[in-house]
Structure formats: C-alpha cells, structure tokens
C-alpha cells in the first residue's frame, strides 16, 4: 500500500493552525448565543460581557430576530503601559430565523451579569395542541 504525504503542504498548513493567532476563531460568531425551542416560546441567550442594556438594540422583524450593539472601551489611567490588549471595542449583529409564527409584542428581553435572555412566546395558532377525537 502506497500512502502520499505531501511534506511540504501539509506541514505549512498545520504549522499555519497552530500558530494562528486565537483572535481569528475567538471573535467569529461573536455574541455566542444558545436557542433552545420549547413548547410555548423561544429562549435566546447571548454571552454579553461588559455590554449596557443602553447599549444594546433588539428587533424582531419578518421572522428574524436580530441582536445588535457595540461593546465600548473601558477607562484606563493614562499613566498605565499596555503588556496585553485582548478585549476589543466593537459593534456585533446577530440575526436568529424564528420564523413569523411569533407574538411579537410579547417578547421580553433581560440582561443580567453580562448574560441576555430573549424570550420570545409563539403565537396561539402556532403551539402544538391535542386533538380530542369523537
């Protein structure tokens, strides 16, 4: 059995990759969010740290609900000399599909040590229902 192993290629590659800087895959999908379905409502959790409720922006809009707002820099005395600088100022946007069966002037949202929850009901016509037979 004859195995090829591009040498050359496939050591670049996995060198690239484990040198790569964490930023390039930390800040991708970034808030992180959780969607969990149950049988009434929609839950929408998005990791928020350092981020103000002023600061923030949601709308729900078509059957998309978007999660928007910029996480802006904190003070540092101006005598301080900068050794590591991870934490970034900047503007984020996600946008979940729910879809239109939503009761849009229901949802609630609440942000709490850096965590938001969106709660979003369905409709009446859309929650799963029994159906008594006769």
Same mark, same amino acid.
């Given at each position: 059995?004859? %195995?090829?192993?591009?040498? +050359? !290629?496939?050591?670049?590659?996995? =060198?690239?990759?484990? &040198?790569?800087?964490? #930023?390039? /895959? ?17 839950? %929408?959790?998005?990791?928020? +740290? !350092?981020?103000?409720?002023?600061? =923030?922006?949601?709308? &729900?809009?078509?059957? #998309?609900? /978007? ?59 859309a929650?799963?229902?029994?159906i008594?037979?006769?």
């Amino acid at each position: 059995m004859l %195995v090829r192993f591009d040498y +050359p !290629g496939t050591l670049e590659g996995l =060198l690239d990759e484990f &040198f790569a800087p964490a #930023v390039q /895959t930390s800040f991708q999908g970034y808030p992180a969010i959780d969607v969990a379905e149950h049988e009434n409502e929609w839950t %929408v959790v998005a990791e928020l +740290p !350092g981020v103000k409720k002023e600061d =923030l922006k949601i709308k &729900f809009e078509n059957g #998309v609900l /978007t999660i928007s707002g910029e996480r802006k820099p904190y003070e540092l005395p101006q005598d301080a000399r900068i050794w590591l600088n991870e934490m970034r100022v900047r503007q984020f946007s996600r946008s979940i599909s729910l879809g239109a069966e939503v009761d849009a002037d229901r949802i609630s949202a609440e942000l709490q040590n850096g965590m938001l929850k969106v709660v979003v009901p369905k409709a009446e016509y859309a929650r799963p229902r029994t159906i008594e037979v006769k």
